[in-house]
């Protein structure tokens, strides 16, 4: 592929289309990120880009296409609102999603598929309604094309508050309540399974769970999925002690079900969070993973290969997911009487060395 260009001349769409061998409108629907084109096209496309050296002129394009190739990314739920006089904990909120390495790995599965198609996020959290109030308002005033929404709580307002102002939006996880909202998700209850038979397969009877906290639909999902799976082969009643998707809280978890249930051999985790402090309380309490007790986790994070030993877990393909979400908001954006969709993705069990 060579440069067709004059020397001296800023290249065009013209240029490019040269250069890939396709058609000026076909150059346009790959750089305006449109999905239902080839990939083959698309790749020579990118390269003829390259060749060029075209830089769209982005103020030029913004007032023909009302877009400002930025997507608000924003991480709602329900925080900490004001008190009575109006304070609030500063940043409780945005270091609890920090610590988390679940949403580092939606901004880089966001990231890798906007980039390439030269749009950019912003990132934005709403967790009071004040925070919530600015997101719309920046919605609304079109400094950003649409919104990809990473809710952390099932009664947060958000999703249906954008969706009846009519704002182009996608959702990370089935909402709660019923929403026309676009979203992507994991098939939940078939990864507790996963988790459940594992640990039966290794012989383990006295199998106890740490479930997430019990208002987020994810984290009723997985223990549904863990209880029918136990019932189905004979175990009625398998204790369960509620954490909130951290460390700490899956120690004290832990803490709990030992003193509770002493005998136990078995602990299927949440998350890998909550798997990697339940470790950490056994191995204090002298017991062995996993000869004493197994251990699978759930997300396939970085938590889970740091972990003493290493964790069997449920893989979540987060950046897969947050990449397709992704899509689906440049898909809304191209033909804005598209219907609402879901995606499903299936998750897969990692066997490591905790069970």
Same mark, same amino acid.
């Given at each position: ?47 003829? &880009? ?80 004040? /925070? ?98 136990? /019932? ?8 369960? /002690? ?38 950490? &309380? ?39 997911? /947050? ?33």
């Amino acid at each position: 592929m060579t440069d067709p260009r004059s020397p001296g001349a800023a290249p065009t769409l013209e240029d490019v289309a040269r250069a890939a061998g396709v058609s000026r409108a076909t150059v346009s629907r790959v750089i305006n990120g449109v999905r239902n084109v080839d990939p083959v096209i698309q790749e020579a496309v990118r390269q003829a &880009v390259s060749v060029t050296g075209y830089t769209p002129n982005r103020a030029a394009r913004s007032l023909v296409t009302r877009r400002t190739d930025a997507v608000a990314l924003v991480v709602s739920g329900a925080g900490v609102e004001p008190d009575e006089d109006g304070a609030v904990e500063e940043g409780a909120f945005t270091a609890q999603v920090f610590a988390d390495p679940f949403f580092g790995r939606v901004v880089t599965g966001v990231v890798n598929y906007l980039r390439p198609r030269g749009m950019h996020p912003v990132l934005m959290f709403a967790e009071t309604s004040r /925070a919530r109030d600015e997101v719309l308002a920046y919605l609304r005033q079109g400094s950003a094309d649409g919104a990809l929404i990473v809710s952390t709580h099932a009664q947060d307002p958000l999703p249906g508050l954008i969706t009846e102002a009519g704002l182009p939006a996608v959702l990370y996880a089935r909402p709660a309540r019923p929403t026309r909202i676009s979203y992507v998700d994991l098939a939940h209850r078939d990864g507790a399974r996963l988790a459940a038979e594992h640990l039966l397969a290794r012989g383990c009877r006295r199998i106890a769970t740490i479930s997430g906290p019990l208002d987020i639909p994810a984290a009723q999902e997985r223990l549904a999925g863990f209880r029918d799976t136990m /019932a189905r082969h004979g175990h009625a009643g398998a204790p369960v /002690a509620e954490g909130l998707f951290t460390q700490e809280s899956g120690e004290a978890a832990m803490e709990r079900l030992l003193a509770e249930h002493p005998g136990l051999d078995g602990v299927f985790a949440g998350n890998d969070l909550m798997a990697t402090g339940a470790c950490h &309380v056994l191995r204090e309490h002298g017991r062995r993973v996993p000869e004493d007790v197994a251990v699978v986790g759930f997300d396939d994070s970085g938590a889970a290969s740091a972990c003493r030993p290493p964790l069997t877990t449920v893989r979540q393909p987060v950046e897969d997911m /947050a990449a397709e979400m992704a899509g689906l908001l440049l898909d809304r954006l191209a033909a804005p009487e598209r219907p609402a969709t879901s995606v499903i993705f299936e998750p897969v069990l990692v066997v490591r060395d905790s069970a």
